[in-house]
């Protein structure tokens, strides 16, 4: 039977391959494997940084199947037969996974291991609309595949019909969850040695029909995965598949980075919830050199003016600039190399020597697992309604490890197919999350628990074939590494290792299993660096399928869906594998799969104390978001309000009820800014009041798709009056948490900005404030916001990858430092372009933003940079020297907001 079923999945290679001898087959074969030994290793891969590689356990000539020789061997294997096994691969329907389309706050980890259908398609945080531009050293989530293009799958694969059509070419390309060789092998563009072999893959239910049986659907139609090697592969050579030029190209920055920061220190800082990694470097280097040396001058701003909309002047020619003068930026940041940053003169990967990506047998034997040691096969199974299935080679003991797999772990949600418009006119609708159209089939490949969050797939060779054999003919169970198995060394070192880390032989494991401890959010976030083992329940006879009990609950589902009447079923069936009792741990039990900070989780009970400064942190785990900049400040009670009032009192508001429903007069193109005196919109006759000017500046509307207004102050009148009015309210407190929390010298606050929209479809993930030695705090807080609404404000953690959204809540302000990203969540209040007329009771947002910032020789220029933007900037001249003319907070509390020091202040004098 072993040898009949496994031939008929492999007929194809050989129609394919060039006729060869008995006598070549056996010269070829020279270095056939001894039975029980290992064919495939999982293993450190030699590539620094990649984490875990597949390993060869003999020679395989070029142009060959590879499947052939890395399948391994057993008492009475035939070496010129079909190979062991092939590879599955399950589609993914789903192109929506990620952000921004889930709002389900991350870009999955698992997505690292799916071959898309286009260079990230399921990941749309590797976009460019982000600034300044992460650097891919920052991500603690490497993309994987999401930015390869190396394999292509089809829905409209090769079947027995068109397997002979020379003619015939696959076409429909879809995303593919490939477990085994496609989705663990790593890639090194130099040095590829193996590729899929198109022609050999098959696409079919078994002889299944639908809809009269109930299997069809309910497995992966897409198997007879077969990849060949193109150059000859060593006995322990690490394989590599070809990810293409993007991932390449991404590799390679992110390595050098990563080589750079291996083994230095964090950077201890006053006053941050932790130190400070040095990933942060990169960033800081590449705005310092962007930093302009000549600055505009308020009449420059002017000058714009006249043109209707701001210009970058440092675009413009030098006798195009209308600048009054030039200023040199004598305090241009030079960066300054410490012993530690100075690198070491070693080989890198562009100097590869012979034999760097080759391990001795002893080495993967000590150091590795085994996926492949010829004890299984796949083939055909024998039971209804089912497809492909393992067999065994020989006898297996009761207790003996038969398989371990690499594990990737998925959020429920990530299974579920919404409704979905490609076509929508805005982003936010085109995912429909409130309704569901059906699960995908990998739900069918996933463990879990009915009452966690998580579930896991298997992401090893042939794990994906084990099928269903209930309570009573089951002979495999799972089980997590035993302590002090090899297995739980190296997924110690996977799960537990730094991006930046590279195996060190001498590794002692001394947190084996550490998923176990974790909660489900962190797990989630390391697919690939867990996973659990087969073992035996009893003896296993030679050919004897392996099977395991997939659970009550799945057992309920089924018999209920295949009694069911196929033209009343709805779709195909769906259910998850269930797992032994007490195999998931409490803490992944009755927990939630959503990030809240914990923080503003509790304020109802657990108010925060006014006039405090603290990190915002993960309600799961206790972990701050950003160490370097997600912090949140407790106001004065009543202080949100008390600012409300004097913006109304400025006319600030009816100015925006104005703008934001475009009333006549008020209308402003994307991009285009003027300026106001909107104490006219008001009955104040107050002189002072009457001198104020304000700009007003719809942002690039046209791109991200949103009626976000700036206004701020335009002349000093209103400048002074906005700092007074703050001052007034009680903002004076907020400064002070900032300058003690981080033990600041003074502060200034350089700028101050009102924010209004009334819809968002498709904002900028962006930081306001960069590279400024980590003295400067862009401190936001809400003045109208609209009741009953989702998230207004999405903040992305310092990983790169997680991005949760919170909402603006009175007498809190949430404090954003250096490469802060923050960006505005979608919403829909009112969009006067679908409203037919002006209505000026539509609900609007309102919030404010101060950025204050200790500001001396380390960061004026890049402050002056900054300021200097695509926004109008009017003060520009304020950044001309040091020490600052007007400071509005020092440590020994002698300056406040209306009452502020400076060198640009006349000095008091004594009676």
Not at 629 to 648: P, Q
Not at 745 to 771: P, R, V, W
Request: proline residues 6%.
């Amino acid at each position: 039977m072993r040898l009949t079923t496994a031939l008929l999945l492999f007929l194809v290679v050989l129609c394919s391959a060039d006729a060869r001898s008995s006598d070549d087959d056996d010269e070829r074969r020279g270095d056939i494997l001894p039975p029980g030994q290992c064919g495939l290793y999982l293993a450190p891969s030699s590539l620094p940084f990649a984490g875990l590689g597949l390993f060869s356990g003999t020679n395989i000539p070029a142009d060959t199947p590879i499947n052939e020789f890395i399948a391994g061997t057993y008492p009475g294997y035939d070496p010129n037969g079909p190979p062991l096994w092939t590879d599955l691969a399950i589609p993914i329907a789903d192109d929506y996974k990620a952000l921004p389309y889930r709002g389900q706050q991350r870009h999955p980890s698992w997505l690292g291991y799916v071959w898309p259908k286009q260079v990230g398609a399921l990941a749309q945080i590797w976009d460019s609309e982000t600034f300044p531009k992460p650097e891919p050293g920052l991500a603690e989530m490497d993309p994987g595949l999401q930015l390869a293009d190396g394999i292509e799958f089809f829905m409209d694969d090769y079947n027995d019909d068109t397997q002979d059509d020379d003619d015939f070419e696959p076409s429909y390309r879809i995303n593919a969850f490939a477990p085994g060789l496609g989705s663990l092998a790593n890639h090194d563009g130099d040095f590829v040695n193996i590729d899929r072999h198109y022609r050999s893959s098959r696409v079919d239910y078994n002889f299944q029909t639908a809809p009269y049986d109930a299997g069809v659907g309910a497995f992966t139609p897409h198997h007879n995965m077969l990849y060949t090697t193109f150059r000859d592969v060593e006995r322990g050579m690490e394989l590599f598949l070809d990810y293409g030029e993007a991932f390449h190209d991404h590799a390679l920055k992110r390595n050098d980075q990563l080589r750079k920061i291996q083994g230095k220190k964090k950077r201890a800082v006053f006053g941050f919830a932790d130190d400070i990694s040095r990933d942060w470097d990169f960033m800081e280097e590449h705005q310092v050199k962007q930093c302009p040396t000549e600055l505009a001058t308020e009449k420059a701003k002017r000058e714009r003016l006249k043109v209707g909309f701001g210009v970058d002047s440092s675009i413009l020619p030098g006798d195009e600039r209308p600048y009054t003068e030039y200023r040199p930026n004598d305090h241009h940041p030079a960066h300054e190399e410490d012993e530690e940053d100075e690198e070491d003169e070693q080989d890198n990967d562009d100097e590869k020597r012979y034999g760097w990506n080759v391990k001795p047998l002893e080495w993967l034997y000590d150091n590795g697992v085994c996926l492949s040691s010829g004890k299984l096969w796949t083939g055909t199974s024998d039971a209804e309604y089912t497809g492909r299935a393992v067999f065994s080679t020989a006898g297996i003991a009761k207790g003996e490890v038969v398989l371990t797999t690499p594990l990737i772990a998925l959020r429920r949600d990530d299974f579920r197919i919404y409704k979905s418009d490609p076509d929508a006119e805005h982003v936010r609708d085109t995912v429909d999350k409130s309704t569901v159209i059906g699960d995908e089939l990998l739900f069918n490949y996933a463990y879990g628990h009915p009452d966690s969050p998580m579930l896991l797939v298997p992401n090893a060779p042939m794990a994906n074939f084990i099928n269903h054999g209930g309570e009573e003919d089951a002979n495999v169970q799972i089980r997590w590494p035993a302590a002090g198995s090899k297995t739980a060394r190296l997924f110690d070192w996977a799960y537990n290792r730094q991006k930046e880390d590279i195996y060190d032989d001498k590794f002692e494991s001394t947190n084996h299993n550490a998923w176990l401890k974790d909660h489900p959010i962190d797990v989630m976030e390391k697919s690939g660096k867990l996973a659990f083992e087969y073992v035996a329940l009893r003896d296993i006879e030679e050919d004897e399928e392996i099977l395991i009990d997939y659970g009550p609950l799945w057992d309920d589902a089924w018999y209920t869906f295949q009694a069911t009447h196929p033209y009343a079923r709805s779709g195909y069936f769906r259910h998850s594998i269930g797992v032994p009792d007490g195999f998931y741990p409490d803490n992944w039990l009755d927990v939630t799969d959503q990030y809240e900070i914990a923080e503003i989780q509790d304020l109802e009970n657990n108010p925060l104390e006014p006039g405090v400064a603290l990190p915002m942190t993960w309600a799961h785990n206790g972990k701050a978001l950003s160490p370097k900049y997600g912090y949140i400040v407790g106001l004065e009670k009543g202080f949100s309000d008390r600012f409300l009032a004097y913006s109304e009192e400025t006319g600030v508001i009816e100015l925006y009820r104005k703008l934001l429903t475009e009333q006549e007069g008020f209308r402003l193109e994307s991009d285009e800014f003027t300026t106001y005196k909107p104490v006219a919109l008001t009955n104040t006759s107050n002189a002072s009041d009457e001198e104020m000017e304000f700009f007003a500046q719809k942002y690039k509307a046209d791109i991200y798709r949103f009626n976000m207004h700036f206004i701020a102050a335009w002349n000093e009148a209103a400048r002074k009056s906005v700092i007074d009015g703050l001052g007034d309210a009680g903002f004076d407190l907020a400064v002070k948490a900032v300058g003690e929390r981080f033990g600041y010298d003074n502060i200034t606050c350089f700028h101050a900005s009102y924010m209004g929209m009334t819809h968002c479809d498709k904002a900028l993930m962006h930081s306001d404030i960069y590279a400024t030695n980590d003295k400067s705090w862009n401190i936001v807080f809400p003045l109208i916001t609209v009741e009953g609404t989702e998230p207004e404000l999405n903040i992305m953690a310092e990983d790169m990858n997680t991005v949760v959204g919170v909402h603006y809540l009175k007498d809190i302000a949430y404090a954003m430092g250096d490469f802060g990203y923050h960006q505005t969540r979608p919403s829909n209040y009112f969009d006067p372009s679908q409203s037919g007329g002006e209505e000026s009771a539509a609900p609007i947002r309102v919030v404010f933003g101060a950025y204050c910032s200790q500001i001396d020789e380390t960061n004026i220029a890049m402050l002056r940079h900054i300021y200097d933007g695509d926004d109008p900037a009017p003060f520009a001249d304020q950044f001309t020297e040091l020490p600052m003319r007007e400071v509005h907070w020092t440590k020994t509390g002698s300056a406040t907001l209306r009452h502020p020091e400076g060198s640009g202040l006349p000095e008091t004098c004594e009676n």
